[in-house]
């Protein structure tokens, strides 16, 4: 079908569910042009105009590209000509295609691919904008009189690492130190890993508290997320230093955000100043302020999934993720990122907590815990035959069959919170604002697509977890059988990507 579209037509608006400050939308700006727009210029190449407001965020570009004709039907058989409008304001980048041509289907898909090469752009400064700024996560209230003679402790970077995922990455972690613990202990070494791993899932709930720097409950379930968007002067500078430490910047805020909450003002005036007094001066404007009630989004979930409340502890990772993990579904932790209450709008965030409450409900990290226990300790004491004629490469099929099942459980997890909160549309869409570069590069090609089920991740690829998902939402599912199933529908997954499908 031939459609004119002589007069601005927008396909599609970019829009992030939290709003960028002025120094990212004018840093993205900056970044377009030098890394997406210049090797894309020629010396023959229509001249590129802008316009540009810094001090609102606002900046405008116009260029024109060609697309080759795919429909010899049409009158016009030469290139045509498509004028390209790119607007970046701190609400949302939009981006309008006019041609006073006719657009046959095939061209229209190509003006959709360059839409999607933009986006594909904006996700991933905004992911590094993230890592490269500061985030603080603080409680919503006022501080007790204890807590302002004793500050709060900031969570451990190293735990972070471990827990950032799922419990999976843990256990990965002891199965790397079998290695050069049997080279020291010979193989009654695994009888020890064994040991060390129950050590760590029986204090799993635990050691996830030290992940964050926020516990929420019941009497406090509200928690703040302050962004501070880093200058680029900043940045060259190297590490940024502060005055003060991190637990005494995180109370200073606080008292800020409680202050602005009472009063019911603008928390942002107050918050730079506690930063300059820290020795990072910017202003309100590079200030962003997200609170969200998090403990009661856990809590209507958990009820719906017939469990505890476990505990939420609010960690300060930029990158939208969350954690659970716990011996029994009473002594659960779950951790969930900054990143997660600044991007994901409410439904997101649920879906999201409803899969970590899947791996909690089928008590991941005992199957986990279990699966290790029988490959280590049958090695030792009822197959040392296969543990000698393999060597290490027993220890290589060890980690391949802990990855297989790693899939598998995030595979239920997913169909777990599908079923029991029927968002798995909203899953799907939160699973690609998370990992949409990886989502983007997996749809594209098909190499890429069987390597991702290949790469060390106990995650299946993004891909075939949100078009499985995307069917479910279409179809709905009730099964019995959820770990037979999401098994099967890995190794369809699997074998389609083998396939080139």
Request: aromatic share 8%.
């Amino acid at each position: 079908m031939i459609e004119s579209v002589s007069s601005p037509v927008v396909l599609e608006t970019v829009e992030f569910p939290e709003r960028l400050s002025v120094t990212v939308a004018n840093s993205l700006a900056l970044a377009f042009r030098a890394h997406y727009l210049a090797p894309r210029s020629s010396a023959g190449s229509p001249p590129l105009h802008s316009w540009t407001d810094p001090v609102a965020g606002q900046t405008e570009y116009y260029w024109t590209t060609e697309l080759p004709p795919a429909d010899r039907r049409v009158a016009y058989t030469g290139n045509v000509p498509v004028n390209i409008h790119l607007i970046i304001t701190p609400t949302d980048v939009r981006v309008e295609f006019s041609s006073s041509h006719p657009l046959d289907d095939i061209q229209r898909a190509g003006l959709t691919r360059i839409t999607e090469d933009i986006r594909a752009f904006v996700v991933s400064f905004l992911q590094f904008a993230k890592r490269s700024s500061l985030y603080l996560a603080v409680p919503t209230y006022p501080r007790p009189a204890a807590e302002k003679e004793t500050p709060q402790r900031s969570g451990s970077d190293i735990l972070r690492g471990i827990f950032s995922g799922n419990s999976t990455n843990a256990f990965l972690l002891v199965l790397a130190l079998t290695l050069p613990a049997v080279l020291f202990l010979g193989y009654y070494a695994l009888v020890l890993m064994v040991g060390a791993q129950f050590l760590l899932l029986y204090y799993a709930d635990r050691i996830a508290l030290r992940v964050g720097s926020v516990v929420t409950s019941a009497e406090r379930p509200r928690s703040t997320v302050v962004g501070v968007a880093i200058h680029q002067d900043l940045r060259t500078r190297g590490p940024i230093v502060l005055k003060v430490s991190l637990p005494a910047l995180r109370a200073d805020l606080q008292d800020a955000v409680a202050a602005a909450v009472a009063t019911g003002g603008d928390a942002r005036p107050q918050i730079a100043q506690a930063l300059g007094r820290a020795g990072l001066r910017c202003s309100a404007e590079d200030i962003e302020v997200t609170s969200r009630d998090v403990y009661d989004l856990v809590a209507k979930a958990a009820q719906r999934f017939d469990l505890p409340v476990p505990k939420v502890v609010i960690s300060e990772v930029p990158i939208s993720n969350a954690a659970a993990t716990g011996i029994s579904p009473r002594r659960a932790s779950m951790v969930i990122t900054a990143g997660s209450l600044e991007e994901l709008d409410d439904q997101q965030l649920e879906a999201v907590i409803g899969h970590e409450l899947g791996h909690i409900r089928g008590r991941d990290p005992v199957i986990l815990m279990a699966t290790t226990a029988v490959l280590y300790l049958g090695a030792v004491f009822v197959w040392p035959s296969v543990l000698a004629y393999l060597g290490f490469a027993y220890f290589i099929l060890v980690l391949a069959i802990v990855y297989m099942l790693g899939k598998v459980l995030e595979t239920r997890a997913d169909t777990f919170s599908a079923m029991v909160l029927g968002e798995a549309g909203e899953l799907a869409s939160a699973l690609t604002s998370i990992a949409f570069r990886e989502f983007y590069g997996e749809e594209r090609s098909s190499p890429i697509r069987f390597l991702r089920w290949l790469t060390p991740d106990p995650h299946p690829p993004v891909y075939f977890r949100v078009k499985r998902l995307v069917e479910i939402a279409s179809r709905g599912l009730r099964s019995r059988h959820v770990l037979l199933l999401s098994a099967r529908d890995c190794l369809m997954g699997f074998f389609n990507a083998v396939l080139g499908r």
